[in-house]
T-cell receptor, first 116, second 114 residues
Framework: KQEVTQIPAALSVPEGENLVLNCSFT??????LQWFRQDPGKGLTSLLL?????REQTSGRLNASLDKSSGRSTLYIAASQPGDSATYLC???????????????FGQGTILTVHP | DGGITQSPKYLFRKEGQNVTLSCEQN?????MYWYRQDPGQGLRLIYY???????QKGDIAEGYSVSREKKESFPLTVTSAQKNPTAFYLC?????????????FGSGTQLSVL
């Protein structure tokens, strides 16, 4: 059974710092890996999706990488801002291929605080 | 605006009572899902539905029931058999197809026991 772990559980950084959030998964037979953002008391917003054939995806100041062989994904946030403060979750899709069923396995999340 | 609407935002359940959480989407997505989130934990899948009139149990389906009579709607009932229902419930949807796999989430319902 796929297990997803995120380190660190919480991170506090000053504004402007570049930072890395880590996600590890136990089963390398992963179809894709998604990173989500969750604000307090809100739903999740998909940030980046990396398919198994890809190694990384970029969107603005965000860059996510996927290394299936080592069972790791990282989310890099450049020039962090107070508005980036939120919980960041990664989730792995264990499908071998085909249509999406959304049966993702989620990590516990990293709580990020960016202070001015 | 297209999106997923969950209601109510807050819900209280008395012991022995069944309660129903609403989830409606106007994204024309085929697949819909219910997740449960407990503090400090990741999301766990309760039920999912790939098409109308069909749904499958997720990892923690006991004490819950769903229906999918319309493409737009996927209500979740928390039954009295669910002994620890206090949690944040999230509904999500996605289009079917290998190239469209992002999940879109509603804003959630916080369920508490009186």
């Amino acid at each position: 059974k796929q297990e997803v772990t995120q380190i660190p559980a919480a991170l506090s950084v000053p504004e402007g710092e570049n930072l890395v959030l880590n996600c590890s998964f136990t089963d390398s037979a992963i179809y894709n890996l998604q990173w989500f953002r969750q604000d307090p008391g809100k739903g999740l917003t998909s940030l980046l999706l990396i398919q198994s054939s890809q190694r990384e995806q970029t969107s603005g100041r965000l860059n996510a990488s996927l290394d299936k062989s080592s069972g790791r994904s990282t989310l890099y946030i450049a020039a962090s801002q107070p508005g980036d403060s939120a919980t960041y979750l990664c989730a792995g899709d264990p499908r071998a291929g085909g249509t999406s069923y959304g049966k993702l396995t989620f990590g516990q999340g990293t709580i990020l605080t960016v202070h001015p | 605006d297209g999106g997923i609407t969950q209601s109510p935002k807050y819900l209280f359940r008395k012991e022995g009572q069944n309660v129903t959480l609403s989830c409606e989407q106007n994204l024309n997505h085929d697949a819909m899902y219910w997740y449960r989130q407990d503090p400090g934990q990741g999301l766990r899948l309760i039920y999912y539905s790939q098409i109308v009139n069909d749904f499958q149990k997720g990892d923690i389906a006991e004490g819950y029931s769903v229906s999918r009579e319309k493409k737009e709607s996927f209500p979740l009932t928390v039954t009295s058999a669910q002994k620890n229902p206090t949690a944040f419930y999230l509904c999500a949807s996605s289009p079917r197809g290998a190239n469209n796999e992002k999940l879109f989430f509603g804003s959630g319902t916080q369920l508490s026991v009186l």
